[in-house]
T-cell receptor
């Protein structure tokens, strides 16, 4: 099976812009989670989707949003980008057996 | 709120030696799961080992084993016969399965260097 894929792998944006990141889970997996990884804060949970429903949400401002489609692919959107949003955004999918599979991440740089 | 603490920002080990990475966590739950994830430089995060809290037996996966002390809320990872490919960031993570959530709470990580 193909692993978790994330697109794009790298992004450079300027402050005030918005960005959309995409994640395709492993085939058959219905749960997708998003994490933000920064050197200062480490790995922080953004949100989790299961069967197109947001099941859990982390402590991030409303500028961060997400959704999941019927094919389990997920997108996250960040509006009005700030310098502090520069991070590696990781997506993980779960198909059972208590193991999450992570994608390679999208490296977002905000200038 | 659950928290995970890794008190060792960096560790180093000689090739073929044994190293132990520390992790403590805080939770009021009795049912939970603990994990160690490995993130090599510029590569994907992969699961190293997991432990169910209801199991008293410590998990092992080849050269990797854990010392799970539930009462002390401690979950250390032992890497035996260290190899150069073990060099990576190691993250301890906690999951509370209530409500079916897959949310992981991570520690800040320990950077492991393996010296030849």
């Amino acid at each position: 099976k193909a692993g978790v894929t994330q697109t794009p792998r790298y992004l450079i944006k300027t402050r005030g812009q918005q960005v959309t990141l995409s994640c395709s889970p492993i085939s058959g997996h219905r749960s997708v989670s998003w994490y933000q990884q920064t050197p200062g804060q480490g790995l922080q949970f953004l949100f989790e989707y299961f069967s197109e429903t947001q099941r859990n949400k982390g402590n991030f401002p409303g500028r961060f949003s997400g959704r999941q489609f019927s094919n389990s692919r997920s997108e996250m959107n960040v509006s009005t980008l700030e310098l502090g949003d520069s991070a590696l955004y990781l997506c993980a999918s779960w198909g059972g057996y208590n193991e999450q599979f992570f994608g390679p991440g999208t490296r977002l740089t905000v200038l | 709120a659950q928290t995970v603490t890794q008190s060792q920002p960096e560790m180093s080990v000689q090739e073929a030696e044994t190293v132990t990475l520390s992790c403590t966590y805080d939770t009021s739950e009795s049912d939970y799961y603990l994990f160690w994830y490995k993130q090599p430089p510029s590569r994907q995060m992969i699961l190293v080992i997991r432990q169910e809290a209801y199991k008293q037996q410590n998990a092992t996966e080849n050269r990797f084993s854990v010392n799970f002390q539930k009462a002390a809320k401690s979950f250390s990872l032992k890497i035996s016969d260290s190899q150069l490919g073990d060099a990576a960031m190691y993250f301890c993570a906690y999951r509370n399965p209530r409500g079916g959530s897959e949310k992981l709470v991570f520690g800040k990580g320990t950077k492991l260097t393996v010296n030849p």
